[in-house]
């Protein structure tokens, strides 16, 4: 599977931008997706997932209720929806694939997407 997200970009605080991450080579349907995100000097941290049907998704407690994850398996694709940006938002933000369950940790992902940076001005 390859992975590439898009849609990062500058924003003021308080904003919001939309990423999508576009599949080819394989469906992705079979898949569990996960949004991760890596600040400047940072490790890579869970963001957000969401289950192969779309049916549940899960967060973590920084982006509760501010970031929405959806997918569209017809379309190969998966959204991230991030409102009420933060500066401490900012980071590159990448998009995976994986088959297990433990969607929180990145061993749980086998596909990963080259990242697109966001930046939240306050």
């Known amino acids: 599977v390859q992975l590439q997200a898009s849609g990062g970009g500058l924003v003021q605080a308080g904003g919001s931008l939309r990423l999508s991450c576009a599949a080819s080579g394989r469906t992705l349907s079979s898949y569990v997706m996960g949004w991760f995100r890596q600040a400047p000097g940072k490790e890579r941290e869970f963001a957000g997932a969401i289950s192969r049907s779309g049916y549940s998704t899960y967060y973590a407690d920084a982006v509760k209720g501010r970031f929405t994850i959806s997918r569209d398996n017809a379309e190969n694709t998966v959204y991230l929806q991030m409102n009420s940006l933060k500066p401490e938002d900012t980071a590159v933000y990448y998009c995976?694939?994986?088959?297990?369950?433990?969607?929180?940790?990145?061993?749980?992902?086998?596909?990963w997407g080259p990242g697109t940076l966001v930046t939240v001005s306050s």
């Open positions: 995976a694939a994986g088959t297990r369950s433990y969607y929180s940790r990145r061993e749980a992902y086998d596909y």
